[in-house]
């Protein structure tokens, strides 16, 4: 585990990092968010674009996420065969981490896709190396059974592995990045300067809220899609399609 300097070092870096979010830089220009000029104005862009994922199944996305897994565990054996002292061993099991998450999954896709969009759009491939590409993604924490039925959570700034080229580069960035994350303590901090927020008047989290959401090219939501099939005007919905304004 880490020791008490390491963490403290991550959380007085997660201070920083939250205290001055609607201060912060801006995302690189690239064909996924407009001008930083239109976004430091605040100003509605002309550019529309709904772009429709198509349809696919948790069972897919779990699929992949169990043939990643098992493909990193057999990187662990074939690296362990090449050894001979135990701490060797542990040193290369502890560099290959096989768990993927779905949530893993769909986050390292999701940066694919923005990846393949721009370079569609006519972005070259050495300008998304370099590009600074985030997301606003939230995370959930636990509550007590007994607790008060709340949406306890926040959003976390965490980079998009969009510079890479390859789908398992992607993948396991991602999985790397969201370890670290669950295993520190800044989604605390995040939540603390969240709450902060929250309770200041209206205008003030208004404000705030603009000024760090316009800094990101993505935000995503963490709204789960209906657990039993839903019937409008007596037809069954056989799909959602989220706008984001």
């Known amino acids: 585990g880490k020791g008490p300097c390491a963490l403290l070092a ?8 939250y205290l001055s979010a609607p201060f912060g830089p801006y995302d690189s220009d690239t064909p996924l968010v407009r001008p930083q ?3 430091r104005a605040l100003t509605f862009g002309a550019r529309r674009k709904a772009v429709l994922v198509p349809e696919h199944s948790l069972d897919m996305v779990k699929r992949i996420k169990n043939a990643a897994s098992i493909a990193a565990r057999g990187d662990i054996q074939r690296c362990v065969r090449g050894v001979s002292d135990m701490r060797d061993v542990r040193d290369v099991r502890g560099d290959v981490q096989p ?7 769909v986050f390292a896709a999701t940066a694919g896709a923005l990846r393949r969009y721009s370079l569609a759009q006519s972005a070259s491939s050495g300008a998304m190396d370099a590009a600074r590409v985030r997301a606003l993604t939230p995370i959930a924490f636990p509550r007590a059974s007994d607790a008060p039925l709340e949406n306890k959570w926040c959003f976390l700034d ?3 592995p969009c510079a890479l080229a390859t789908p398992a580069a992607r993948l396991q960035a991602t999985h790397a990045t969201f370890a670290a994350l669950k295993n520190g303590p800044e989604p605390l901090i995040a939540k603390f300067f969240t709450d902060q927020n929250c309770a200041a008047p209206n205008f003030a989290f208004a404000h705030t809220a603009q000024q760090v959401m316009q800094r990101y090219t993505m935000v995503a939501s963490n709204v789960p899609g209906p657990a039993a099939p839903v ?8 799909g959602l399609q989220v706008f984001y304004p």
């Open 10 to 17: 991550e959380a007085l870096r997660a201070v920083c990092k």
């Open 37 to 39: 000029e239109e976004r």
């Open 99 to 105: 768990a993927y998450t779905v949530n893993d999954v």
């Open 158 to 160: 965490v980079p998009m």
């Open 231 to 238: 019937y409008v005007c007596g037809q069954k919905v056989l």
